[in-house]
């Protein structure tokens, strides 16, 4: 028989609340401020074809329309307070089949851990080689595998690690972020011609030439880049203190502060480089550092690092979330919804999702995923205003310490309808049919394994082995009556 676990009996044995006010903070900060914000301005004003101002524009209403997307997630965080972001509402609302299929989505179709983590190389790299020297591939796959590795087993160990290590990468990024605007913002006070000429068109007639409404949802597409990760607390609902007040209150203030120093950083940006030298630099804190600071220009990329890798370690935490909600409900073997029964962390749920994350970082180019990953974030986006709305109608009475205006998730679904409809009609692509797929084989899957009961072969002896294996054990845990 196995050793007996000793737990409090008021808690029993499950995942615990050790993140507070600022804790969440920085877990917000850190998952949306990574690679997006040194990379992402130059495919908005690609997208608008130029146009500086129209560009700080859909920056702005980036940080509005998450702002709308936002108090509809507190809604429904604050009211469920369960973990695995829009797993549970979706539940409740659509039923166990669109559940399903969103959480194979997120967890197979994440393609972040292989793009933040090969940027993060690629430029620790070149903070070595220079700037203007390209790092072999091999060797950023290789360092990118093995900081993927690193992580995982630093989330493996313990939550409030994370948490603390989180805060310091924090700092670390505004500060990245406050050496680029002050900086450009500099330039632009001594009578930097670039500058003064990106202010003086920044709305002209030529600029402004030829946008259509399909320019401008990829250009949120890409804005939005930058901008994810703001709901990652609904994920973790379960781990925070107070989640009634603390959730809102830390998602809506990360949001506020991170939209200004977005429009300070892209201030910065264009207080120095051209839109033609934005719209073809693929990186444009790079571009920048190059004209800025000179001899120093190594500063930008190890900062860019510092940003990024907290980015992804806020990022590990989280995504080990959604197998293990998903597992607890029955929809994945029954290892993912299990913890260590020390660390009282998801390993099995860790280990999952730095396979797929190595997977991604081995395929190499995956610029047409992050697209197809933009289409699904509007359209999950959307489905979560929409089951607010479904909510509210079919459960009344369950209580919800923090309730929004009816107006803001109709608004919200509207928007999200524009962004994910326009696009496809205006420019199509094959990415857009790679994310209906993914969803068509999530389908599939749970009509084999769920409506039929089918089981693969071995799975108890394997579920034992690496139950033994890994030391992780099943949470205490009772399913919401839907």
Request: charged letters at 15%; aromatic letters at 12%.
């Amino acid at each position: 028989m196995a050793k007996r676990i000793e737990v409090e009996e008021n808690e029993g044995f499950r995942l615990k609340q050790k993140i507070g006010f600022w804790g969440g903070v920085a877990i917000v900060t850190s998952a949306m401020i990574g690679s997006g914000i040194f990379v992402s301005p130059g495919g908005v004003i690609n997208a608008v074809h130029g146009s500086v101002g129209l560009s700080m524009v859909i920056w702005v209403v980036c940080g509005m329309v998450v702002a709308l997307s936002a108090l509809c997630y507190c809604e429904l965080g604050a009211a469920l307070k369960e973990s695995g972001g829009d797993y549970a509402n979706f539940e409740l609302a659509y039923g166990k089949v669109v559940a399903y299929m969103y959480i194979m989505t997120l967890i197979f179709m994440d393609v972040g851990s292989g793009i933040g983590l090969q940027v993060f190389a690629a430029y620790l790299i070149s903070g070595f080689i220079g700037t203007g020297c390209k790092a072999p591939e091999v060797f950023i796959k290789v360092v990118s595998c093995l900081l993927l590795l690193s992580l995982t087993i630093l989330n493996s160990r313990s939550v409030r690690s994370v948490v603390k290590i989180e805060i310091v990468f924090t700092v670390g990024k505004f500060l990245a972020m406050f050496l680029i605007g002050i900086g450009g913002i500099i330039r632009l006070v001594n009578g930097d011609p670039v500058g003064n000429e990106n202010l003086q068109n920044a709305f002209t007639d030529k600029t402004m030439a030829g946008i259509t409404p399909g320019d401008i949802a990829l250009a949120f597409y890409q804005g939005m880049f930058s901008y994810g990760g703001w709901s990652v607390l609904n994920t973790i609902a379960e781990e925070i203190t107070d989640v009634k007040k603390n959730l809102p209150r830390a998602s809506l203030f990360s949001l506020f502060i991170v939209t200004i120093m977005y429009l300070i950083v892209n201030i910065g940006y264009f207080s120095v480089l051209s839109a033609e030298e934005m719209m073809t630099s693929p990186a444009v804190a790079v571009s920048f550092a190059d004209k800025v600071l000179g001899p120093m220009a190594w500063i930008i990329p190890f900062t860019v690092c510092v940003s990024t890798l907290g980015n992804q370690n806020g990022a590990c935490l989280l995504r080990g979330r959604l197998p293990f909600v998903a597992a607890r409900r029955g929809h994945l073997p029954k290892i993912f919804s299990m913890i260590h029964v020390k660390y009282f962390t998801p390993v099995p749920s860790l280990i999952l999702n730095a396979i797929f994350g190595v997977i991604y970082i081995l395929c190499g180019d995956v610029q047409f995923l992050i697209n197809a990953m933009g289409f699904v974030q509007w359209t999950v986006y959307g489905l979560s205003a929409a089951s607010l709305l479904i909510l509210r109608y079919k459960k009344p009475d369950m209580p919800r310490p923090y309730r929004v205006p009816i107006v803001i998730p109709i608004l919200t679904c509207i928007l999200c309808t524009l962004f994910v409809i326009l696009p496809m009609i205006e420019k199509p692509n094959v990415f857009y049919f790679v994310a209906i797929g993914f969803y068509v084989m999530s389908w599939i899957s749970y009509y084999v394994f769920m409506v039929k009961k089918q089981t693969l072969p071995g799975m108890k002896t394997v579920t034992l082995l690496l139950q033994k294996l890994l030391l992780v054990a099943e949470t205490d845990y009772y399913e919401r009556d839907v």
